[in-house]
């Protein structure tokens, strides 16, 4: 391991050139184990149209850099940094449900870690690089609405409080790319601790690589995970490890849960192994709140409906459990044994993360026995009215907490006004057994209930202004979506209900 200290070339700790970062890739020493060493292939007159200057500066980068052209030429994938060894990760999957026993970074391509300001690992990770040794039969690069949406999203979920990789910068190319229809490309340049997956252990363990199961994890363990690093027994250090793993895994989803947010294709190769939301394909935010909503038009079964998410969760951290039993306990019974006691931790864990979010959601500070019956009501009214996810909640927040002050904002989302009006009425008794103050219910409530999401229809118009040449429609959108509890009332339009045209958009795999 190379100096645990940020190399940065000015005594604020900002570089203002990606060259003079000290780039480190670990798994490269390994040989191809873990993935190859693979530079990505320039793209065509690339130009970098949106650079995250505050992530930049988390990140030791001067947000000066911006202005540079070798910034923009790296982060196309046009020249690799100084000293940095590029690398593609291979990983497996389960893919609907379906083992896919060859997958990897098709189209991503790490240049490497990087020490931020905190002295935390981050990967510089290129979507839309070029081929890579596992692109297989597809072209290794990622057109610009894909990238958009990507970019937007992890931004947006970041802002929420939601565990996601992050978006550095997003370059454009006039190359075409062809998907149902030719589009162009575009490369993003995202960030994350780790990119390591569950198939990232799932492919090593149907090869029978048991041997390489651990140097894997123990980088992991070593580097992201502090508490599991400090148990010296070396099981039960792993054991603690997929502990987190659970738990990390049963939170995010508890928080995706509580902004109507689903994520689409919740493969194994597109969950993270430290519980981060990772890979942004045909996600969405819900508008209408409908439990069994599928996000992704290509999942005819709604294996990935918003409602299976909980139950997606446990079932892919089952498969991780298994490729990693080896690591458990020295003979397969008793590591079978571990791994099923660790994974029944994670519906206890799920339901707790849930009712916390939704507690603070219904403005509730203590908890009591029929909280889940009272938010299930309101779930089962809004269901049946069809009312905006964000919106009720956001209006309830709104909502004065006695009922002399009337019902509005909240009764305005249904159509039954008299349901929704029953229901406040049980809500506000519960409030008083609180006892919280107005203004403190509502700060609490507005901190839980966002304003703005990014519903589909948003992320269709910035798109459809980038591929004219004008992103300063996602500009303002990212900006906005920086601050999605503030009521920013010069902004009021993007927390409207979607206009009729939206019904129409439809978002599959395609990206
Ligand atoms: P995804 O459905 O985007 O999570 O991708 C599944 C697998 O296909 C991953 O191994 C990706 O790297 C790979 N992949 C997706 N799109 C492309 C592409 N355009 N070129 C190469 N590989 C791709
Ligand atoms: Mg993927």
Do not use: C
């Given at each position: 391991m190379a100096s645990t200290q940020p190399d940065r070339d000015d005594p604020q700790g900002l570089t203002s050139t990606l060259d003079a970062l000290t780039w480190h890739q670990p798994l490269a020493r390994y040989g191809q184990t873990y993935g190859r060493e693979t530079a990505p292939t320039p793209l065509g007159s690339p130009t970098l149209e949106v650079f995250n200057s505050t992530l930049a500066a988390d990140l030791g980068i001067d947000p000066a850099a911006e202005s540079r052209t070798d910034t923009a030429e790296i982060l196309a994938g046009g020249r690799v940094p100084e000293g940095a060894t590029p690398f593609a990760q291979l990983y497996a999957g389960h893919q609907f449900g379906v083992w896919v026993p060859q997958l990897g970074d098709g189209r991503a391509i790490s240049l490497g870690q990087i020490r931020d300001r905190s002295g935390r690992f981050r990967d510089i990770q290129l979507k839309g690089a070029g081929l890579t040794p596992y692109s297989r039969t597809a072209d290794g690069r990622a057109v610009l609405r894909s990238t958009i949406r990507e970019y937007l999203a992890s931004e947006a979920l970041h802002a929420l409080g939601i565990p996601t990789t992050r978006a550095l910068s997003l370059c454009a190319s006039p190359d075409p790319v062809y998907r149902e229809t030719v589009e162009t490309a575009a490369v993003l340049a995202r960030v994350a601790p780790s990119h390591i997956r569950f198939g990232s252990f799932e492919v090593l363990f149907y090869r029978k690589?048991?041997?390489?199961?651990k140097p894997l994890a123990d980088r992991l363990i070593e580097d992201h995970f502090p508490a599991a690093a400090s148990v010296s027994d070396p099981q039960d250090r792993y054991a603690a490890w997929v502990g987190e793993v659970i738990e990390r895994t049963a939170d995010l989803i508890a928080r995706w849960q509580a902004v109507g947010f689903c994520h689409g294709v919740m493969n194994t190769d597109n969950m993270s192994a430290l519980g981060l939301t990772i890979d942004y394909g045909p996600y969405g935010f819900m508008d209408a709140y409908e439990p069994g909503w599928i996000c992704n038009h290509t999942d005819h079964i709604g294996r990935y409906a918003y409602d299976q998410q909980p139950d997606v969760g446990l079932w892919n951290l089952s498969r991780f459990v298994q490729a990693i039993?080896?690591?458990?306990?020295?003979?397969?019974d008793p590591a079978v044994e571990i791994g099923q006691s660790l994974l029944e931790a994670y519906r206890p864990r799920f339901v707790t993360a849930y009712m916390t979010q939704f507690r603070a959601k219904l403005g509730l500070s203590s908890r009591q026995e029929q909280d889940g019956e009272l938010l299930d009501d309101l779930l089962a009214l809004m269901a049946r009215d069809k009312a905006d996810f964000t919106r009720s909640f956001r209006s309830l927040s709104d909502t004065p907490g006695q009922a002399d002050h009337g019902n509005a904002p909240f009764h305005d989302e249904f159509s039954d006004r008299e349901a929704a009006a029953r229901w406040l009425a049980r809500w506000r008794a519960r409030l008083e057994q609180d006892g919280l103050s107005e203004q403190e219910r509502q700060g609490r409530m507005r901190a839980a209930n966002p304003r703005y999401v990014l519903r589909n229809y948003l992320a269709q118009q910035a798109i459809e202004a980038a591929q004219a040449g004008d992103f300063s429609v996602m500009q303002r959108l990212g900006r906005v979506l920086e601050r999605p509890f503030d009521e920013q009332p010069e902004h009021a339009e993007l927390a409207r209900l979607p206009p009729?045209?939206?019904?129409?958009i439809s978002v599959s795999c395609s990206s």
């Open positions: 690589q048991f041997a390489d199961l039993l080896p690591l458990l306990a020295d003979e397969p009729d045209w939206a019904r129409h």
